[in-house]
């Protein structure tokens, strides 16, 4: 698998490894974050969502992972297809309209 | 349908033009969003409307950007006196309160 620390703008991964995708937030009142996956030409699709009373929530290969000390978000996929290449954007709720960050490319060879 | 629609998908205008891009939200959904996209870019917010409260414009650019929601459905974005910098993909999404965000598939506006 590979990480990636702070926020890059795109990550590569080889088809079956595990990709994490990281994503910084910025207002400490943000009490709701989602993952979107975003395919060329498309609009945003919901991945998973995750609320601040926790730290892990895990879905159908997706993991995501809530860290509010350093307002630190992360999304994990397990066994990364090239079906899953697109850009994946973090988004956080301080109460109003979702906040979105900078979108993360993923890309994944066969 | 069932999701988000825009229309139209796409709109090519000159400068100094006028345009209006609409949105309609999912049925029931109490919330709705417009977001700008410019190419390779993330989304950048815009206007929210939430239900019968004052929307909340902070995002909107310039006053030359406007939107109006009719009948809590329905959203229109309206441009006016367009510049070429306004040229990006215009994003809607419609929520149930504060929960998810469903997204149409955009407008994407190129001024000339």
């Given at each position: 698998?590979?990480?990636?620390g702070?926020?890059?703008p ?11 995708i ?6 400490s009142?943000s009490?709701y974050?989602?993952?979107?996956k975003q395919e060329?030409?498309k609009?945003?699709?919901?991945i ?8 892990k929530?895990?879905g159908q290969r997706v ?13 994990q ?15 956080e709720?301080p109460?109003?309209?979702l906040i979105f960050?900078?979108g ?5 060879s066969? | 349908g069932?999701g988000?629609s825009?229309?139209?998908s796409?709109?090519?205008?000159e400068k100094?033009k006028d345009?209006?891009?609409?949105c309609d939200p999912?049925?029931?959904h109490?919330?709705l ?5 410019s190419l ?8 929210y409307?939430?239900?019968?409260s004052?929307?909340d ?7 030359r950007f ?6 809590g459905s329905?959203s229109t974005l309206?441009?006016?006196r367009?510049q ?7 994003l809607?999404a ?8 469903f997204?149409g ?6 001024v000339?």
């Open positions: 698998g590979e990480s990636v702070l926020h890059l795109t990550l590569s991964v080889q088809e079956g490894d595990n990709s994490i990281n994503c910084a937030y910025s207002n009142a009490d974050f989602i993952w979107y060329s030409g609009g945003p699709q919901f998973i969502d995750i609320r601040s009373n926790m730290d929530r895990q993991t995501v992972l809530l860290n509010k000390t350093v307002k630190h978000l992360s999304l996929i397990a066994a990364t297809q090239p079906g899953d290449s697109a850009v994946y954007f973090c988004a709720n109460g109003t309209a960050g900078k993360t490319t993923l890309s994944v066969s | 069932a988000v825009q229309s139209p796409n709109k090519v205008t100094g345009v209006e891009l609409r999912i049925s029931g109490t919330a969003y417009w977001y700008r996209q390779g870019q993330g989304l950048e917010f815009l206007i409307f939430q239900g019968n004052a929307p414009k902070s995002g909107l650019p310039s006053d406007s939107a109006e929601r009719t009948g329905v309206t441009i006016q367009t070429q910098e306004d040229s990006a993909v215009y809607c419609s929520s149930f309160y504060t929960r998810e965000l997204f598939e955009g407008s994407r506006l190129t000339l």
